[in-house]
């Protein structure tokens, strides 16, 4: 059965599917929408995408897309291990800056989902990483965004900070003070 763990950011959601193996390999279910759907998460889902990444600290992040494209993201590591983290951006939230992290690996099984309204980064914690991740919209450039992932007032734990690897575009990222959110928050 799969197995759900809120994180302190109880919206953000670590799962575990299960997995069954014999001396032939192994088999599991690693979505399975009626699971989701009894713990109350129907979300649909429209892509799946994927990622290589070759140098241990790779950094990709934070990124989110804004309505009518903003995303929810299921996130599963295929080779090596990431520390893969969400900040809430939605305005208005009791949670808002703050961030929750969970290591995801092809050992563990385990996945991350993260809801609209929160950015979303990962750090490779080894060297060639795939990570594969569902998304609930298309991606569009226009409704891109990205916050700062060393911002000093997210103070993120990054494992390998000293060594991130960046694209140029995530190192100029905005800090969250010199952000506007496109994520306002409703409470449930």
């Given at each position: 059965?799969?197995?759900?763990r809120?994180?302190?950011?109880?919206?953000?959601?670590?799962?575990?599917p299960?997995?069954?193996?014999?001396h032939?390999?192994?088999?599991?279910?690693?979505?399975k929408?009626?699971?989701?759907?009894?713990?109350?998460?129907?979300?649909?889902?429209v892509?799946?995408?994927?990622?290589?990444?070759?140098?241990?600290?790779?950094?990709?992040?934070?990124?989110f897309?804004?309505?009518?494209?903003?995303?929810?993201?299921?996130?599963?590591?295929?080779?090596?291990?990431?520390?893969?983290?969400?900040?809430?951006?939605?305005?208005?939230?009791p949670?808002?800056?703050?961030?929750?992290?969970?290591?995801?690996?092809?050992?563990?099984?385990?996945?991350l989902?993260?809801?609209?309204?929160?950015?979303?980064?990962?750090?490779t914690l080894?060297?060639?990483?795939?990570?594969?991740?569902?998304?609930?919209a298309?991606?569009?450039?226009?409704?891109?965004?990205a916050i700062?992932?060393?911002?000093?007032?997210?103070?993120?734990a990054w494992?390998?900070?000293?060594?991130?690897i960046l694209?140029?575009?995530?190192?100029?990222?905005?800090?969250?003070?010199?952000?506007?959110s496109?994520?306002?928050?409703?409470?449930?």
């Open positions: 059965m799969t197995e759900f809120r994180l302190q950011i109880p919206e953000v959601i670590e799962v575990v299960p997995k069954f193996g014999d032939r390999g192994f088999f599991s279910e690693v979505f929408r009626s699971a989701f759907e009894a713990e109350g998460i129907a979300i649909d889902w892509q799946d995408n994927q990622s290589f990444s070759a140098e241990a600290g790779t950094v990709r992040g934070l990124h897309q804004a309505s009518p494209f903003a995303q929810a993201k299921l996130i599963r590591v295929l080779r090596g291990a990431i520390y893969d983290v969400a900040v809430d951006i939605r305005k208005g939230s949670t808002y800056g703050r961030w929750v992290a969970a290591e995801l690996s092809a050992e563990k099984w385990n996945q989902l993260i809801p609209t309204g929160f950015a979303h980064g990962f750090m080894t060297s060639d990483v795939e990570v594969i991740y569902k998304v609930s298309p991606y569009s450039r226009e409704s891109e965004g700062r992932w060393d911002d000093p007032d997210l103070a993120i494992p390998r900070a000293g060594e991130a694209s140029e575009k995530d190192a100029a990222a905005p800090l969250l003070a010199d952000f506007i496109p994520f306002a928050y409703e409470a449930a």
